[in-house]
């Protein structure tokens, strides 16, 4: 099972608004609507923000939203904040009854 | 609060053995579906394998570039996930996640991780 793709890395400046994309299958992304999204801080536990595609788990900023179109599904940040820079992951759920990740993406607020 | 705290990482050599585990707190365990993720240094997450509640029949799937040589157990009476790594590898080197599977698909909470060092 390959690695979903994403970009390595996304910047913005503070109170824009960014994407970032998670390109898949139709085995996996493209297949299934359990696409997620994690942000992870160095040193910290990943934390989910998006499930489902698009739903937000309690306390997740509504800044956080997440949508997919065919094989691609994307994470969109709006009003950046320093304090959301972090790598960010999407994961699905595969036709093999597995889970798959993106590479990761950095996220470097300017 | 839910908590997952990870232990049992450290130095091994190649070809050892390690047993990590997992306690989990704030969440009815036994009716969790867990699975574990890895992180090599410098790389993305990678989903290393998954255990059933004993409730949907108890089952684990993994991944295939570990199969064989991994497998993810559970003691419901402890709230303890376990994860045995035989055969070590230094591609094994890696910080190990415990996560609890809120939807079957959908990884919910993550422990802090355990670094996994495979070097001679």
């Known amino acids: 099972q390959s690695a979903l793709t994403q970009p390595a890395s996304v910047s913005g400046s503070p109170g824009q608004s960014i994407a970032i994309s998670c390109t898949g299958t139709?085995?996996?992304?493209?297949?299934?609507?359990?696409v997620s999204w994690l942000q992870h801080r160095p040193g910290k536990a990943p934390k989910l923000i998006i499930s489902?595609?698009?739903k937000r788990p309690s306390g997740v900023s509504d800044r956080f939203s997440g949508s997919k179109s065919g094989n691609t599904a994307s994470l969109t940040i709006s009003g950046l904040q320093a304090e959301d820079e972090a790598d960010y992951y999407c994961?699905?759920?595969?036709?093999?009854?597995?889970?798959?990740f993106g590479g990761g993406t950095q996220l470097t607020v300017l | 609060e839910v908590q997952l705290v990870e232990s049992g990482g450290g130095l091994v050599q190649p070809g050892g053995s390690l047993r990590l585990s997992c306690a989990a707190s704030?969440?009815?365990?036994?009716?969790?579906?867990m699975t574990w993720v890895r992180q090599a240094p410098g790389k993305g997450l990678e989903w290393v394998g998954r255990?059933?509640?004993?409730?949907?029949?108890?089952?684990?799937d993994y991944a295939a570039p570990v199969k064989g040589r991994l497998a993810i157990s559970r003691d419901d009476s402890k709230n303890t996930l376990y994860l045995q790594i035989n055969s070590l590898k230094t591609e094994d080197t890696a910080v190990y996640y415990c996560?609890?599977?809120?939807?079957?698909?959908?990884?919910?909470?993550w422990g802090q991780g355990t670094l996994v060092t495979v070097s001679s």
């Open positions: 704030g969440f009815s365990f036994k009716d969790a579906w």
């Open positions: 139709s085995s996996d992304v493209g297949g299934y609507n359990s």
């Open positions: 255990i059933k509640s004993k409730g949907s029949g108890g089952t684990t």
């Open positions: 489902e595609v698009s």
């Open positions: 996560v609890w599977m809120t939807t079957a698909e959908t990884p919910g909470y």
């Open positions: 994961s699905s759920y595969t036709r093999s009854n597995t889970m798959v």
